[in-house]
């Protein structure tokens, strides 16, 4: 719905996409688990999306519910959005693209909290306030030769196939170590995927962690 949304994104190579086609489709799996009847994204695989720009709402506040309810019209509300970007995008330029688009459903956009004078002129009157400085995505290339090493280090130690995935959720943020360390970064993710990060009930089964101990061994300890 915003325009330009998807416009920076660099495409994946050959090798990105095929190892999106050798990813195990859980779909199904995450959508049983979630009680999810038809989730986002017209038809694409949770891979696809992961490989694209998204917009969440993390919270949305507006006047009191359940036992604090009143019978009051409340003057504002307010929500918390994310942008998680992808290789192309620039924070800037994403979180002008969602400013741009209140802005023609017919806001009056503002960076502070109105005044009455504000209140009075703009009917409808949006307050957009970035958060922290932001910083942009980074993916390292599949074919890099470390990359290669890493994947037939782990491989040593697995009976299944190591699954390789192109570019991940999180950002850990590992677009300030390429832009500070002039290094491509790896990431070796060891936790059951049912581990809830960021809850309260965050957890790790204790054998991943003597698997992931093993995995990052043989990693530590690869020749040159």
């Excluded at 330009?4 to 660099?10: N, S």
């Excluded at 802005?103 to 005044?115: A, K, Q, T």
């Excluded at 993916?139 to 697995?158: C, F, G, H, S, Y």
């Amino acid at each position: 719905m915003i325009k330009g949304f998807y416009d920076d994104v660099i495409p994946l190579t050959e090798a990105e996409k095929k190892a999106i086609t050798n990813i195990p489709n859980v779909d199904n799996i995450l959508k049983q688990d979630l009680a999810l009847s038809r989730p986002d994204g017209n038809g694409k695989s949770m891979m696809e999306l992961l490989m694209l720009p998204t917009l969440n709402i993390n919270g949305i506040q507006s006047a009191n519910i359940g036992s604090m309810a009143s019978n009051i019209i409340p003057a504002q509300a307010t929500a918390v959005l994310d942008l998680r970007l992808v290789l192309g995008n620039d924070v800037d330029r994403q979180v002008n693209k969602v400013i741009a688009h209140i802005r023609n459903e017919g806001y009056h956009v503002i960076d502070h909290s109105p005044s009455d004078d504000e209140r009075m002129k703009y009917p409808l009157l949006a307050t957009v306030v970035k958060r922290g400085a932001g910083y942009n995505a980074q993916r390292t290339p599949m074919d890099l030769p470390l990359a290669q090493k890493v994947i037939k280090a782990i491989e040593t130690t697995v009976d299944d196939g190591v699954i390789k995935v192109p570019s991940l959720g999180g950002s850990l943020p590992l677009y300030l170590f390429e832009q500070y360390l002039q290094s491509k970064p790896i990431t070796i993710p060891i936790v059951n995927y049912d581990n809830n990060q960021h809850a309260e009930n965050e957890n790790v089964i204790l054998q991943y962690i003597w698997e992931g101990i093993e995995t990052m061994a043989v990693v530590m300890m690869m020749k040159e």
